[in-house]
């Protein structure tokens, strides 16, 4: 029986924690030129994923 394997795309970006998934804000790669200063400062760091999505990605990563 073949391993089940992890999204690859969805191991990159999301890292399940104590307190949830974590995950980086998007909108913050390129051409921020145009952004404005507060709200590029808004999106740094990372926030917990809301608990409406945490089912979808948890299958995602296969974490059991």
């Known amino acids: 029986m073949p391993k089940a394997k992890v999204h690859s795309g969805a191991a990159k970006r999301f890292k399940k924690t104590g307190a949830g998934i974590k995950h980086k804000h998007m909108h913050k790669s ?7 200063t ?23 990563l296969r974490s059991k």
């Open 30 to 36: 390129h051409i921020l030129t145009k952004m404005t």
């Open 38 to 60: 507060k709200r590029k400062r808004q999106l740094r760091g990372t926030s917990v994923l809301h608990p409406d999505n945490v089912v979808l990605v948890d299958r995602l």
